[in-house]
Structure formats: C-alpha cells, structure tokens
C-alpha cells in the first residue's frame, strides 16, 4: 500500500495567525495593549518562513510559471480592481500600476538617489516574494557550502536593507532580496516540526521574540530594522513560539477549522485586505489605516469583508482559481 504523506495542519494554522496579524497591524485597535506593534514582530517574517519551509529546486522556467500564476496574477487582477475603482471615484487609473514599478509601501518613500518612489501600498508583499523565491533557487544552485550560503544570503539582503535608503530596485526586486534572509531562515528551521518539543528552546525563543517587540521594532515593506541583529533572533523565536502554540491549537477542535480556513486561503484574505483598504482610502482621502472613523469598527467591518469575499469567490470558478482559493476540507497549500 501506498503511504501518503501526513499533512502538517499546525502550518495552516501558522499561515492563519500570520494572516490575521496582517488585518490587526493595520489598524490602531486597543492602543494600550500595542497590538499593531505586536503584529509587526512577526507577521510578514513569518509567512516568508512558511515558504521557506516548502522550498525545493526547480528548473527556472518551471518555477517563473507557477509563481507567476500563484503571485503575479492575483497581484495585478487585484491592482486592476483597485484601479477600476480609481477610475469610478473620479481619480487617476493608473497611479496603482506605476506603484507597482516604484513599489513603495508608503506614499512618502523617498530615496537620497532617487527622490520620492510611486506607492503600490499593502501588495508591495506579493511581487517581493515572488523576487525573493525566484532569487533563493537561482543562487541555490550555485551549490555553495552551507554556511558559506548563509552568509552570502544575509549579506545580500543586509546590504539591501541599508541601502534602500540610497536606491530601491523597481518592481519589488528590493523587497525580494531583503527577503532572503527571512526566507533562508524557513529553509533553515523545516526541522522544526520534525523535532521533538523542548522547554528550554521555547521559554528562550520566547524571551528573543518579547525583547525583540518591546526594543526592536521592524517593517520589512519599509526596509526598517530597530536592532537587526535582535529584529532576526526574535523572529527566530517567534517561528518556534507560534509553531508549538499552533500544534496546540489544532487539538481545539472549534478554533482550528477557521484558523485553517484563512491559512489555506492567505491570499485572496491578503488581496481583498489590500482591495478594502483602497476602498477606504477612496471614501475618506487616508490611507486605510488611519480613517477619520472608529478603528474597531473598521476592522471589524474590514475583516468581515475580506472574510465575505473570499468565501464568495470560491463560489465563482475565475477567481476561485486565480486566487487559489480552496474549501477547508481540500486543505491545499495557498500564497507561500
């Protein structure tokens, strides 16, 4: 008989926490308890790991063609929404598209060489991973010792991070090298659900993550690090600390499915985040997460939104696919 291999529901689950942490980053809810800040010590590092974990060679037109169809193609049907919308609303149609070229996350980016650069805003993630992933294999097959790659991969993205301030690559080519690193870290650290739970490795990437949230506060979609150097241990303990909640969390019966749910479906939750959010802008004249409006409510109506289209979408074949959406009980892989 044939074995098939046991899925792993604790990286849905991951998947679902990073998702959600994406939604609470974005609006100022309960100020007092720094929930956004919270969010920003591991959301968007830590989707980058859970691709990592899943990396294998490939040939780079095999590669280029699947994460065309699974990044690139949801990121512009996304933008094209966005821009119709625009068009709609009496603005320009196609200020978004040139924010994919500049791909700065915030309208105020400016660079010392460069001047101001074009915002694409919360789609930045989507073209910067697929650089990062594109990239990873190609130097991948240099077949480098291991901890000479290492070194070469976070030496890269250092320099990108700092020198950001000087010059980003159009496109999303800067994001996707300051990625490397995060993205080498989930390659690094696949062993992680193979192995054995331990106290010791817990309580220690636990104190990593907490030092890292209260003194080191970091944006990759803005290339800004507090302390590098503990922005990077902390994730590091964030990645253990959340996969072993998260094996945990599949054991509660009535908090998994729907945890599960926005793992597998991560990117049209991720698309339709950043559709809302133009929306907003649209309405109020500011960005999505500082509306002139109660910001509970908003994410509360936000994140039903996103919740109600994405299920609806997975009733209409075309975006059901472009967006990968799949029914809980298919359980398949989504963005990473």
Known sequence: MIQTKKRDLSIDVMR????????????????????????????????????????????????????????????????????????????????????????????????????????????????????????????????????????????????????????????????????????????????????????WMFIVGLVLWLLSFVFAVFSIGEFYYEILLLNIFGIIGAFYCIYWFSKLIVRWTCISPPLRWCGQNSMALYCFHAVCFYVVYLISGQPGEWTPWNPHLMFVIHLVFCLSLTYISSKVPFLKRLYKIVDYEKEKSSIC
């Open 16 to 199: 679902g926490i990073a998702i959600l942490a994406v939604f609470v980053g974005h609006f100022a809810i309960f100020p007092q308890l720094h929930l956004a800040r919270f969010a920003f010590s591991f959301h968007m590092p830590l989707l980058i790991m859970i691709g990592g974990i899943f990396f294998k060679e490939k040939t780079l037109a095999t590669q280029i063609k699947g994460e065309v169809t699974r990044l690139l193609l949801p990121c512009l049907f996304t933008v094209l929404i966005c821009a119709v919308l625009s068009y709609f609303a009496g603005m320009g149609f196609i200020d978004l598209f040139v924010g994919l070229y500049g791909n700065a996350v915030k309208a105020d980016f400016v660079t010392m060489w460069q001047g101001p650069i074009s915002c694409i805003g919360v789609l930045w993630f989507l073209p910067g991973i697929f650089w990062c992933k594109i990239i990873y294999n190609i130097l991948f097959k240099i077949k480098l010792n291991r901890y000479i790659f290492t070194i070469f991969v976070f030496v890269i993205s250092i320099i990108t991070i700092y020198g950001s301030r000087y010059l980003i690559l159009p496109f999303g080519i800067s994001h996707g090298l300051s990625m490397l690193m995060f993205y080498h870290l989930g390659v690094s650290l696949k062993v992680v659900p193979k192995s054995p739970f331990r106290w």
